[in-house]
Every structure is written in structure tokens, then in C-alpha cells.
């Protein structure tokens, strides 16, 4: 494909050392909880700006061991639909019971009239997801309202790896946050994820609901439910080494993402998200938003089969609430703002080593196929 949705790049420099530290791995034999897991941690809560950050298997998991340590089993956990089904999975296999809140359409994250009559005596907390890589500019109002009503507030941040508002990191509004590794992520460690913190009880009791619920490292003695969520070394090694980017990754995707903006002017039935002011994007995704009368498969179709361009995936096409797993708790037309954004958007292709002139070619391509839906 002349452009597919996403590309992963290592350069060859970065496949030699991640090689060299795992072949380092596997000679001392140091392949869990070792080194470089910790190191990566260190480098993680520097770079996030969080006192403590600790790493696991992956995104899923970085959600379901802080919900755990919240305890909600039983109580209700206000997640937005507009976001990936494991954002509500983590908070379910903790027993927890999400109670969906709609989206608002000029940032795809939570709508802030919804969240407050979400709000209720069951309340057990608030997950915030950074979908695309931005951060709402109501954060504060969230961060206060969850302060008022006594309950936590945690972020999904497997999107926004360096995304910020007024200076403030994704990952550092909420008492914890969580990272997602997973290969489609700006950085991957093959699978893993971070929970990101400044309270002391959540980093000492995630590193041991990481590892079994056990009490110690050494000692078989286990006081929590907790579970095999350890990062191995391997994985490790390859996180860090692709973390240590994320900087030149955010500007570079950036620049791209202006290139777009100028490009896709002008563009008959078709807007690009803006960003509210003092928001900073990874660009995770390139988000734009489609006339209602645009028929969004069939753009698709047109751009793969006679452009080769792979449009992204949606972020998301069907909100949470509609899986099929909630099937007679809610029903179409319940949270309308975001079953409305997850079918009139679509997503850009963007990703590191992009050329320009691919961007300016997406973009003349879709101002064509516009006018052909
Ligand atoms: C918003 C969101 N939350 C959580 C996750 C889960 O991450 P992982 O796939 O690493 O378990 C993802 C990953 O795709 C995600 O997009």
C-alpha cells in the first residue's frame, strides 16, 4: 500500500541496541523485574513528571491494578463511551460497574453536562480517556469536581504519551494514570503499559498487584488479588529504547499534522478537529470530522481502491455502550453526542517518517473523493 494507516519505525540504530540489551538479558539471565524495567520506570516518571512510574504487560492491565487499589468492586466508575472497550474492561475485572457518559464532539472526550449528572452517592471515581492525544480543557473542572464530591479521578492516557494542556503532561492531571505499549501506540514496547503516580501507596501496592499480590519479592506470602501483569525485560529494553524518541516523535508528527491542516483547507464536507488553546497533541491521531451526508465507508473504499491510501482506523466507530456485551442495559440513541462523532469522523494516516509530499497527496486525494461520495 502507497499509504497505509500507520507504520512502525525503529531505525537500525535503535534494532542494535534494543539486540545488544536483550542479548545482555539473556546472558545474565535477568529476564522479569530486572534492570531495565526499572530504568525505563525512572525515565518514564522524569519525562510523564509524576514521582513514581510503574510498568506491566500492557495498557489493560495499567487500568484494572489502580482499580483494584481503589477498590470499586460493587460501585460505579464513570467511563466515557467514546473510548477503547479495556478502558471499561479494566474497570469491570475489578468488579467495578461502568456507568458511561457521552462525548463532546469538539475534543472526543467526556462531555462535561453528562459527567455531572453522572455523578451519584454510588460514584466510586472518574476515568478521563486523552482520546486521540488531546487533552480536554476541562480538565480543572474535572480535577475540582471529583476533589468536591470525595472520589478519584484517573486518566487513560494510552493515547497522549507527552500530550499536555497550559504545560500540564497527560498522566499527571488524575491521583494515577495509565500508558499503553500496544505496537499501534506512538511508543511501543511490543505490549506493556505504565501506571504513572505521585501517591506512594498506589506505586508500593501496584508493584505488588503486579507481581501475584505478593508481599514481597522473595517471600511466597500473598495478601491481594493480584496477578501475573509483570513487564519482562525484553519488553522493556525495546520501550525505552523507542521512549527515548518520544520528543523528536511529538514534533515530528506535529509538523506533519500542520501540514494537513493547510492541505485539507477547504475540503468540501469534511473539518479537521481543532484544538481548544494551550492544548498540545501527540497526534496519536489526526482527527477530522465528516459532513452528515458523507457516506464514510464508501470514502474509504474509494481512497484504498484507487488512491492506496489506507485510511486509519476510527477512533472509535461504535462507542462502548453499544458493544454487544451491554446489550439490553443501553440502547442507540442513549448517549447521542458520541454515537454521533464515532460515525461522522475519520482519522488521517500520520506516523514518524512521513514524507510531505505523502501528507500533501492524502490530502488532495481525499478533497477528490470527497466530491465523489
Ligand atoms: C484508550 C485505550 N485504553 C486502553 C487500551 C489498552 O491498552 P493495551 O492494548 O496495551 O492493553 C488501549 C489500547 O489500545 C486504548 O486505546
Redesign the pocket.
Known sequence: MRIPPARICFSDQDRAEILQGIDEALKTGQLTLGKNGKQFEEEIARFIGTKHAVVVN????S?QIPMHIYNVRGKEVIVPTN??F??ALGVMHAGGIPRFVDCDPTTFSVDMDSLRNAVSERTAGVVV?HIGGIVTPHMQEIVDLCKKRGIFLFE?A??AHGSSFRGKNAGTFGEAS?F???P?KIITSG???VICTDSDTIDQESRLYRDQGKATFTANIHNKLGYNWRMSEPHAIIGMTHFRHLPEFIAERNRLARVYDRALNGAAGLRPLQLAEGTVSNYYKYIAMLDEKIDRARLKKILRETYDIGLSGEVYELPVHLQPIFEGQYKKGDLPKAEHACAHHVCMPLYQKMSEADVEYVAASVKTALGMV
Not at 58 to 61: A, N, R, V
Request: no cysteine.
Open positions: 500492557s495498557g489493560t492491565s487500568i473510548t477503547f479495556a478502558t480517556v487513560d494510552a493515547h495509565s499503553s505499549f500496544y499501534t505490549e506493556g503499559g
